[in-house]
């Protein structure tokens, strides 16, 4: 069973920076993917960023060059770092652990989510 928190939500000016994080408790593995998804009002839930345990990640085109996205297996975190934010990254943004196996998706662990709002 893995738990997750996120914080670091909140109203920012399009330009600015936010940075979420993603507490992490619980029993993870190398079979483990952490990231980060959002969903905006009337949308599906579509992937940010994601980085496996050996710290490979991968970013949805839109915010390539603006997001980071870091694990700290040390304090057990995953990050998002979000600069050059725009409106259109508005959403609630969920933290995620992804168990697979092989290439097969075994279980998705969700955090609460965390608003993020960008002003125009």
């Known amino acids: 069973q893995v738990q997750l928190v996120e914080s670091g939500g909140g109203l920012v000016q399009a330009g600015g920076s936010l940075r979420l994080s993603c507490a992490v408790s619980?029993?993870?593995?190398?079979?483990?993917?952490m990231g980060w998804f959002r969903q905006a009002p009337g949308k599906e839930r579509e992937l940010v960023a994601t980085?496996?345990?050996?710290?490979?990640?991968n970013y949805a085109d839109s915010v390539k060059g603006r997001f980071t996205i870091t694990l700290d297996k040390v304090n057990h975190t995953v990050d998002l770092q979000m600069d050059s934010l725009k409106a259109e990254d508005t959403a609630v943004y969920y933290c995620?652990?992804?168990?697979?196996?092989?290439?097969?998706?075994?279980?998705?662990?969700w955090g609460q989510g965390t608003q993020v709002t960008v002003s125009e």
């Open positions: 619980g029993r993870t593995s190398s079979s483990y993917a």
């Open positions: 980085t496996t345990m050996s710290h490979t990640t």
């Open positions: 995620n652990a992804r168990i697979f196996q092989g290439l097969s998706i075994l279980h998705d662990y």
